[in-house]
């Protein structure tokens, strides 16, 4: 509806009673109320002709997030908008209401336009095309529709009680969630930054933050955990991961006291069991032989299929040999082939993952020299007689002091007699022949304590009868 005002009657009608009053109200006085009252009206006039103006412009209010693909009366609000931006949006998107390459082309020359506000605060250089709570918030900006409210009737009796127009000047008030915010794997019992922006919120505003899982494109999910609530809109909160049973489809929802402002996570996250890595073996106590083979021993739990991990060799807690590195942290095992060392008896393992999770043997172990034994007596071709007193010798190296050997002898490679069993290892032990089958394809085997190793004559010897 038009509106006017009828200013030349209005002056006539005020005027009249001033002129029949002459004598008891001052003209001049009169006449310098008037021009007041007629400055207030012509900007009244003024101000409702260009809210009738403003009235026909394009106006919309962007809710909702829009991604590729994406189609209705939003997507065809947003082309608006991106046209009057000076975008062009290809006939084929526009006709289908359609989030097209066109239009995807235009939000992202939008956000570039609009980069300070829109990409700059994520550290991004290029426009994304999706339409997020950054963009719509600029959006909003400049298309968004206000309700002003209606003018109240101006009394023209007294220019004193003409009201002013009064501005805010304030922007429209948005929140937005920064972390986590979508791909995020997140560990129980670890702790997590909440982060999020807020724009145009009056300063007591508080907030409170909520665990979704399985929310779906700007609606809300299932509420498992109420993470805080009338927090200060300080922009972070510090979150203890909660154990709870493990999920992919997470988003946090943050809520705050000005109504209908607050947001959702953009995409799923994740709160996966802890990473954790733990030394089997060697775990302390051990006694490893140089040039031998050993199998260090892992457990790990919560890692990728991805992660890496690499072992140090540690005396007194000082790394000094570097085993192996970016070995597959599943299934956590790796064949070590002992170095040659200086010997030494306070070492451990120490283990360290891709994702900085590490740990080391719980106790020490030893590394030794190589651990042998070599029969040196009967060797091959000697003769013993039968009731003679003969000495069997060996070497050995690398042994414990309390390491036993026993001595059997042997036809043909099988065992025909015990001759000692769990004997000091001194190298030495005198034996009398016993009575017995005379033989020309005999051994003696030296068995050790330590599994595995032992030795037997090189070559056959005879015993023959006999002392005469």
Known sequence: ????????????????????????????????ELQQLIQQLQAQL??????????????????????????????ESLQTALTKEGFTVQESDGSEKI?????????????????????????????????GAKTRAKLNNLYACSITPTPASVPVTSPAQVPATTHSGTGI???????????????????????????????????????????AYNQSGTYIQTITTNQPNTGVYSWLVPTIEAATNLRIELRTTLEGVGDISDRDFSILQPLNVTIV??????????????????????????????????EGGTPIQTIATNLPVIPGIYTWIVPQIEAAT?????????????DQSNGDFSIMPPISVRLTQPNGGEVWLIGGSYYISWLAIGFSSNATVSL??????????TIATNIPNSGLYAWTVPSMEQ??????????????????????????CCYI
């Open 439 to 464: 033989a020309t394809n005999l051994r003696i085997e030296i068995r050790t304590s330590v599994e595995g190793v032992g030795d037997q004559s090189d070559a056959d010897f005879s015993i023959l």
């Open 346 to 358: 306070n070492l451990r393992i120490k283990i360290t993952t891709s994702q900085g999770v590490s």
């Open 1 to 32: 509806m038009k509106k006017t005002l009828i200013i030349p009657g209005l002056l006539l009608f005020l005027l009249l009673p001033a002129v029949s009053s002459a004598q008891t109200v001052d003209v001049q006085t009169r006449i310098a």
């Open 281 to 314: 073996q060697p775990n302390g106590g051990e006694v490893l032989r140089m040039g031998n083979s050993y199998q260090i021993y892992w457990a790990a739990f919560g890692f990728s299929p991805g992660a890496t991990a690499n072992l140090y060799l540690l």
């Open 408 to 417: 059997y002898l042997l036809e043909g490679g099988t065992t025909i007699q």
């Open 173 to 215: 008030p948005t929140v937005t969630i920064i972390s986590p915010n979508g791909g995020e794997i997140l560990r129980m019992g670890t702790l997590h930054n909440i982060s999020w922006r807020s724009q145009n919120l009056p300063a007591n505003t508080k907030v409170s933050l909520y665990l979704l899982e399985g929310a």
């Open 46 to 75: 003024t101000r409702l002709q260009t809210e009738a103006q403003n009235s026909q412009r394009f106006c919309h209010t962007f809710n909702v997030n829009l991604k590729f693909d994406d189609r209705g009366s939003e997507v």
């Open 99 to 131: 989030l097209g390459e066109a239009t995807a082309s235009g939000v992202t020359g939008f956000q570039e336009k609009y980069k300070s506000e829109i990409l700059t605060p994520f550290g991004l250089q290029y426009g994304t095309g999706y339409v």
